[in-house]
């Protein structure tokens, strides 16, 4: 059994930036791919990105790329999200999965991962 705590979210203006932490128990989290994804009012959960076990390999949505940055840390069992340049449309709640392989076909489906945090809101102002 795998719990995710995630934390570092917040209110921030636009061009502002945020780091989210994942927190992860579990003696095989290292061997784990682990993903980002966030949830709009009214919206579907979308994939924001994605790191393989190792860390070496990274996946990114489009609408992110050059402004976040996924990464791990295994020796504290924790996955970061560094969030720079934000803007409004950032604004969502963000939570952190797990999946039990640790390379993953298809990163940005949901359905790839078992495990997932309560989330924590962002929420970006103009």
């Known amino acids: 059994q795998v719990q995710l705590v995630e934390s570092g979210g917040g209110l921030v203006q636009a061009g502002g930036s945020l780091r989210l932490s994942c927190a992860a128990s579990?003696?095989?989290?290292?061997?784990?791919?682990m993903g980002w994804f966030r949830q709009a009012p009214g919206k579907e959960r979308e994939f924001v990105a994605s790191?393989?076990?190792?860390?070496?390999?990274?996946r990114y949505t489009d609408s992110v790329k050059g402004r976040f940055t996924i990464s791990r840390d295994g020796a504290k069992n924790t996955v970061y999200l560094q969030m720079d340049t934000l803007k409004p449309e950032d604004t969502a709640v963000y939570y952190c999965?797990?999946?039990?392989?640790?390379?993953?076909?298809?990163?940005?489906?949901?359905?790839?991962?078992?495990?997932w945090g309560q989330g924590t809101q962002v929420t970006v102002s103009s």
């Open positions: 999965a797990a999946a039990t392989y640790g390379d993953i076909s298809n990163p940005d489906r949901p359905v790839e991962y078992a495990y």
């Open positions: 579990g003696r095989t989290f290292r061997s784990y791919a």
């Open positions: 790191i393989s076990w190792t860390g070496a390999s990274t």
